[in-house]
């Protein structure tokens, strides 16, 4: 009886424990941080004005790449739509989250070399979540962050391999570059916090999950800049904003 009790324990003890380790396999941890809130702030980001005349990407330097491309490319500087929507803007909340923390999600965020340029345009993640970086391409090339808040380092990568990386530190956002192809420029943009977004091709964005409060909405772009906008929500509510940003041209 007491060979079948002890048994039945160390069953129980076992369900406990791979109970237990189940958040590593995707599910949220208990200490994630607070519970996530019901609020939203979604909106546009629009270009005004005269816009620049787009940047030729000469890829002659390596002819395996070049080929790839028989009508060229452009830079991707700057992506405005028809009507102004603007592309590749880093939305997120620069204050008002006080002291709350948050774990980094397991899951990694993924970016591509692929047809000798960086895909996405722009990277975003968390704090010390990873980053795999997949060069799909027939040639080799080079992932060099050059952060201002976290460790540089410069590593080559073959065809066919992956390269994993981590940014302890937030920092909006990390120039990217290839030594050996140097039109391929990118960048990382690294939060603490989950509440971030990079606009898409109309130049829309949506903050979900906010906890009720008064919060800095901030959004950055390589070229243009940044500009900031405060705005209160409550539990449940959605607040629509609207970013302009203004053609430099001639200044």
């Known amino acids: 009886m007491k060979g079948k009790a002890l048994t039945v324990l160390l069953a129980a003890t076992v369900v406990l424990f791979v109970a237990g380790r189940e958040p590593a396999r995707g599910r949220p941890s208990a200490n994630d941080g607070p519970a996530p809130g019901t609020a939203v702030v979604k909106g546009i980001v629009k270009f005004e004005g005269s816009r620049p005349a787009p940047t030729h990407v000469n ?10 491309h028989p009508g060229g490319l452009v830079s991707e500087d700057v992506l405005a739509a028809p009507d102004g929507g603007l592309q590749n803007v ?5 204050e008002g989250l006080g002291d709350r923390t948050f774990d980094p999600p397991p899951q990694p965020v993924t970016m591509e070399q692929k047809g000798c340029m960086y895909a996405p345009h722009i990277v975003s993640l968390r704090a010390n979540q990873e980053l795999d970086i997949v060069n799909n391409d027939a040639t080799t090339h080079n992932i060099h962050p050059v952060p ?3 460790r540089e380092w410069n590593k080559a ?4 391999t992956r390269v994993d990386a981590t940014f302890a530190r937030e920092e909006i ?3 990217l570059k290839c030594n050996i192809h ?6 990382i943009a690294v939060f603490k916090h989950p509440f971030f977004a990079v606009t898409d091709k109309a130049g829309n964005f949506e903050l979900k ?4 409060g008064d919060y800095t909405i901030e959004a ?3 070229k243009l800049g940044k500009s900031i906008q405060k705005v209160s929500v409550s539990a449940g509510g959605t607040k629509e904003l609207e970013f302009v940003f203004k053609s430099t041209a001639g200044h």
């Open 59 to 68: 890829m002659n330097a390596d002819p395996s790449c070049a080929k790839l």
């Open 90 to 94: 880093v939305v997120f909340v620069s």
């Open 148 to 150: 201002s808040n976290n």
């Open 157 to 160: 990568q073959a065809p066919g």
């Open 173 to 175: 956002a990390i120039p």
């Open 182 to 187: 140097p039109w391929m420029r990118s960048y």
């Open 209 to 212: 999950n906010l906890p009720p």
């Open 220 to 222: 950055w772009h390589e």
